[in-house]
């Protein structure tokens, strides 16, 4: 059974810094993509970032460029999310998502939910100011 868990979530102020990971199980893909999303209370569910295990191909909705990093440690099948320089609308719970079709590189399309075959439960990053 394929498995998704996140962690590292927790309350961080603003201008801080926090640092999720997404461990797999369960599957033995090797080319999937990892991406991971976020939702605000009250809010739809919105892509921040995805990754390639195949070529390391990475992108990031406008909202977190140059804040958010995503990386991969493929023998691990961990995927980490480091949030930098968080900002109060960086609150939400945070979820990581598998898609096994894998195609490379990644690009916009990978920040949308409906390529994702399987989700972990979340979560919850407070920013507080």
């Known amino acids: 059974e394929v498995q998704l868990v996140e962690s590292g979530g927790a309350l961080a102020e603003v201008g801080g810094s926090l640092r999720l990971s997404c461990v797999a199980s369960g599957f033995y893909f090797t080319d999937y993509v990892i991406g991971w999303f976020r939702q605000a209370p009250g809010k739809a569910r919105e892509g921040v970032s995805c990754?390639?295990?195949?070529?390391?191909?990475?992108d990031y909705a406008d909202s977190v460029k140059g804040r958010f990093t995503i990386s991969s440690d493929r023998a691990k099948k961990t995927v980490y999310l480091h949030l930098n320089n968080l900002k109060s609308e960086d609150t939400g719970v945070y979820y990581c998502a598998l898609d096994v079709q894998g195609y490379y590189p990644v690009d916009q399309d990978l920040l949308k939910p409906g390529p994702y075959d399987h989700w972990g439960q979340g979560t919850l990053v407070t920013v507080s100011s």
């Open positions: 990754i390639s295990v195949s070529d390391d191909s990475t």
